[in-house]
């Protein structure tokens, strides 16, 4: 059983659609991840929020939009996708402030986000 | 930008056999963390290496981290059913950065 919780596990959506994915740490972490998984391809950062300051913002575009309202909840707000954004969507926490990892990752069972 | 490279990209074993995997970056390692995904599953955190040359066990697994703190490999010996999956290793560049970055993974089946 993991402490990162994330709803839905499953979402499929239309390109013109607008959908968020949630995620909640139970694991008083101070630092949360967003990150893509697609198939034959590494698991690629998308965002990462320290003490509920987005500390990186790895090039990704404007149709994905994340929020960070508190330390255990991380939100993934979507409009507007393309097929080519159907992948597994992984939330991630980790125990360190200021940008910092100090230690190990805990991820959540991940979104699968199909976009038709 | 850092790269992680990983071999192999997917290795079928006989149940019973050892099995390796390699992950070689372009930069020097601060550290470096292994994980597990199940089928169908989440990546699991199996260990962190930090000092040059060093070598940790758990039980059947050996993970190494190089005397450059440029390559690591995740060593099982006699492998068994349940550990399918695959295997990703992480490497952060520079101390103080948030920024793992994932090699491939090697998938790894083993045949009963």
């Known amino acids: 059983e993991t402490g990162v919780t994330q709803t839905p596990r499953h979402l499929v959506m239309g390109m013109t659609n607008k959908k968020s994915l949630k995620c909640e740490q139970h694991l008083g972490h101070n630092a949360m991840y967003w990150y893509k998984q697609s198939a034959k391809k590494p698991l690629e950062l998308m965002f990462v929020y320290s003490l509920e300051e987005r500390v990186e913002n790895n090039s990704v575009p404007s149709r994905f939009s994340p929020e960070c309202p508190n330390s255990s909840h991380l939100f993934l707000h979507l409009h507007t996708l393309q097929p080519e954004d159907s992948a597994l969507y992984l939330c991630?926490?980790?125990?360190?402030?200021?940008?910092?990892?100090?230690?190990?990752?805990?991820f959540g069972e991940g979104s699968r986000l199909t976009v038709l | 930008g850092q790269q992680v490279m990983q071999i192999p990209q997917y290795q079928h074993v006989q149940e019973g056999e050892d099995f390796t995997t390699y992950c070689n970056s372009s930069?020097?390692?601060?550290?470096i963390q292994w994980y597990k995904q199940r089928p169908g599953g989440h990546p699991v955190f199996l260990i962190q290496l930090v000092k040059s040359g060093e070598v940790k066990k758990q039980k059947r697994l050996t993970f190494q981290f190089g005397e450059a703190k440029k390559n690591s490999s995740l060593h099982i010996t006699a492998t068994q059913t349940t550990d399918v999956g695959t295997y990703f290793c992480a490497g952060i560049s520079g101390a103080g950065s948030y920024q793992l970055t994932f090699g491939k993974g090697t998938k790894l089946s083993v045949i009963p």
């Open positions: 930069t020097t390692l601060s550290n």
């Open positions: 991630a926490s980790s125990q360190g402030g200021a940008g910092v990892v100090t230690g190990e990752l805990f």
